[in-house]
């Protein structure tokens, strides 16, 4: 009798790695940037409805909620629980393409699980307290189930998808007129698609019951938590009410963010959409449609946000896979020269490259920039005769492999170098566009300089009364949840007593008692529409912005501090 047994091949390793390495990137140094304003107002709820308690706050993330509710029951609120939920689910996204390899291809559905293991919009994605991740993953796994024709599957993973709230809208809604537009263009009859959605019609009765039970029971968590359900129908609220909401973020930082983050994915996704036009193929204008209608609209809902771009994103890197499929090859006889030229043209567009570098350094004294600029042209000169002569006069195939590698390798570079800035695992996460109304920068050390002037004065690190004067902001309140006897008020009152009182830096006091201030940074942005070209190029090289930085003043009493028995009277 033969055992059962189960042996791995290579492409179930490196899908292996792939997504330890994502998983790894997600979960490292999670919490070690403080909740804003977006995602401490997710966080808020989820801690209300963990300790069975209203909220103030009301959003209609609904699977987010329940999971992560139920891990502040289990555990202590945390910033790395709040994001804790996103992050392994973004590295289960890095999986999906694996149900999709036959339909895809194997080197395809590969070279997607590396770019959405390490892309930078999907690892910000994955970082941040929201559904963004949820929505993404179980869209993608209802899609499999219903092109697998499994219909309880797609009802289970279709109800999960749709206690996404908001952004679950975002993503349905322009791959539902990509469908549209794809019926209208091509015949109907005998398509792939329409074939799959035919076989199904027995079956929607069963499909539609399964999602309705998984939203009831998933969604309120066994019937604990019912405030859950509201992902549902405060999804679609919430997304329609964003026509009549702008946000403030510009048409033009999405462009910028998908060229600076994501510059493979778009500049081959780009060519792949060009390719269509003298070798078309079916599933790639399908994605040459999906992505057009996600960007136009990302760019007319005035509710966007700079993450919204992984729904343009993920269409553009399945074309991107698809022509990396056929340009990453080492079938040919020339293949070692290619190589070897392939390097030389990345040690000339490196060079290149870190001359552009010096030119927009930011803390460059030259004023001559002529030097890097000959440089430049040079190096560039050089590539473009190399790859004529080359082809030219000995083997086209090795010029086009070689110059492509070439530049792959440079784009690389720079894709992994912003990943991990978007990622928040450099310097300057402050100039992070992904990061939802940009960072509260100094919440720790406010945190603890309030927790040590309570412990030297009541032995407790919590223990001090804590008053905060309009700076009702639900980042502030997640910080304040450790603090039984911290208040908020609206106005400031001249007989207040306090021990600690927090005020906005407009704010006028004047206290009847003596006590000490001391500023600090609280909610820092980048001034995206004050930036200069040069301002944009740097930012684009170095992620370095101008900031606008909301400060909080802490005042103090005076008796609080060591010494204040010495008269502050200046002595003859």
């Known amino acids: 009798m033969k055992k059962n047994s189960f042996s791995l091949n290579y492409e179930q390793i490196l899908y292996g790695v792939i997504f330890i390495s994502g998983l790894f990137l997600r979960l490292v140094n999670l919490g070690i940037i403080p909740l804003n304003n977006e995602e401490a ?37 945390s910033d790395f629980l709040a994001r804790f939920t996103p992050a392994i689910l973004g590295s289960l996204i890095c999986l999906i393409p694996y149900t999709f390899r036959e339909q ?38 209802m899609i499999w189930a219903v ?21 679950a809208w975002k993503g349905l809604i322009p791959f539902g007129v990509a469908l549209w537009a ?16 035919d076989s199904l019609k027995s079956k929607w009765s069963e499909i539609l019951a399964w999602a309705g039970g998984t939203i009831l029971v998933f969604g309120s968590l066994f019937l604990l938590t019912p405030a859950g359900l ?55 204008q399908f994605f040459v449609i999906w992505w057009l209608a996600a960007l136009v609209h990302t760019l007319l809902y005035p509710a966007r946000e700079v993450l919204d771009v992984v729904w343009v994103s993920l269409p553009l890197i399945g074309l991107a896979a698809r ?66 002569l080359i082809g030219w006069g000995w083997s086209t195939r090795v010029a086009g492999y070689g110059a492509l590698w070439g530049l792959l390798a440079v784009l690389t570079i720079f894709w992994i170098s912003g990943s991990f800035h978007a990622a928040g695992l450099n310097g300057n996460p402050e100039a992070n566009p992904f990061l939802r109304r940009g960072i509260i920068s100094e919440a720790d050390l406010l945190k603890d300089t309030i927790g040590d002037l309570s412990e030297l004065n009541v032995r407790s690190r919590t223990g001090l009364d804590i008053v ?65 070209t040069q301002e944009w190029i740097q930012w684009a090289i170095f992620k370095i912005a101008p900031l606008e930085n909301k400060a909080i003043i802490l005042w103090a009493r005076e008796n609080l501090f060591p010494g204040n028995e010495i008269s502050s009277e200046v002595q003859p």
Not at 147 to 167: E, N, P
Not at 331 to 350: P, S, W
């Open 147 to 167: 092109s697998s024709r499994r219909g309880k599957l797609a009802g289970i993973f279709g109800g999960l998808f749709f206690l996404g709230g908001v952004d």
């Open 468 to 532: 905060a004067i309009g700076l009702d902001q639900p980042a502030l309140r997640w910080m304040a949840r450790e603090f039984p006897n911290f208040v908020f008020e609206n106005a400031f009152q001249p007989q207040m007593q306090s021990s600690i009182v927090l005020t906005t830096s407009t704010e006028e006091v004047v206290f009847t008692d003596n006590y000490r201030g001391q500023d600090f940074h609280w909610e820092t942005q980048p001034i995206w529409n004050l930036m200069t």
């Open 230 to 284: 509201s992902g549902v129908g405060g999804g679609l609220v919430g997304y329609l009410r964003g026509w009549n909401n702008p946000s403030g973020v510009s048409a033009g930082l999405l462009i910028v963010a998908l060229l600076v983050y994501q510059p493979i994915s778009t500049l081959l996704g780009l060519a792949g959409s060009i390719r269509q036009v003298k070798q078309p193929v079916k599933l790639e």
């Open 41 to 77: 107002r997710l966080a808020l709820q989820a801690l209300a409805l963990a300790r069975g308690e209203s909220s103030a706050f009301l959003n209609p993330d609904g699977g987010y909620l329940v999971i992560t509710s139920a891990l502040f029951f289990v555990f202590a609120a």
């Open 182 to 197: 794809y019926f209208l263009w091509f015949n109907r009859h005998g398509n792939q698609i329409m074939e799959v959605l």
């Open 104 to 141: 895809l291809g194997r080197k395809t559905a590969l070279f997607i699980s590396l770019g959405l293991a390490f892309d930078g919009a999907w690892l910000a994605a994955s970082r941040g307290a929201g559904s963004h991740t949820w929505a993404i993953l179980f869209f993608l796994s």
């Open 323 to 388: 022509l990396l499929s056929s340009v990453v090859r080492f079938d040919f006889g020339q293949r070692i020269a290619a190589l070897v030229y392939g390097g030389v043209v990345f040690a000339f567009l490196t060079f290149a490259f870190q001359n552009v570098m010096a030119i927009y350094s930011p803390g460059r004294v030259a004023v001559n920039t002529q030097p890097q600029i000959i440089a430049i042209l040079a190096a560039v000169f050089f590539v473009i005769i190399s790859i004529i």
